[in-house]
């Protein structure tokens, strides 16, 4: 990180830090739909990843916006999330490999709420106000990535798993 002395200057950093992270994500759903065995994961994960696709356009407006190149810089963050998460794919197998997916999926959220919400309130307080709007769109459509995730763990892919698990037990 270079050094950073205003908050207009950390906005920015941080800016290019979840565009570099959807940018990593966008590579990264396509092993995590082709990995789960859910439909309706599937379906979710196919969603998110149309929506992530126009995170990274959010972000890079925001960035041109401010006269600055649509450039991330490298965000460590999320290439440890999603490198867990690779290991996760790799390691997991089934009857637990879609609420491994959902895991792995919901930490990556959690992530982007943070991010989110962090310049969300410093573009407001710096009263960039379309820049304000294009992340709370974002932020809200992550928000509610994470509750569909929430919703398919706890609308069967974990019993699922359970039931799967323990049939194979008794077997």
């Known amino acids: ?43 979710a994960l196919t969603a998110h990843l149309a929506e992530t696709e126009k995170h990274v356009d959010r972000m890079e407006e925001v960035l041109t916006s401010m006269g600055e190149a649509p450039r991330g810089k490298k965000c460590k963050g999320m290439e440890g999330i999603l490198e867990e998460g690779s290991e996760m794919l790799d390691t997991v197998e089934m009857p637990a490999l879609d609420a491994a997916i959902v895991s792995s999926g919901q930490r ?4 982007e709420i943070c991010g989110y ?19 709370a769109t974002t932020l809200a459509e992550e928000k509610a990535a994470n509750e569909k995730l929430s919703s398919l763990a706890k609308g069967g892919i974990n019993t699922a798993a359970a039931a799967r698990e323990a049939a194979t037990s008794i077997g």
């Open 117 to 135: 919400g962090v310049i969300h309130e410093w573009a407001k307080t710096l009263g960039y106000d379309a820049a304000a709007k294009l992340i």
């Open 108 to 111: 990556v959220e959690h992530y």
């Open 1 to 43: 990180m270079t050094s950073v002395s205003t908050l207009k200057e950390l906005f920015l950093d941080e800016v290019k830090d979840l565009l570099n992270a959807e940018r990593q994500l966008v590579k990264a759903l396509p092993k995590m739909i082709h990995a789960a065995t859910s439909v309706p994961l599937k379906d």
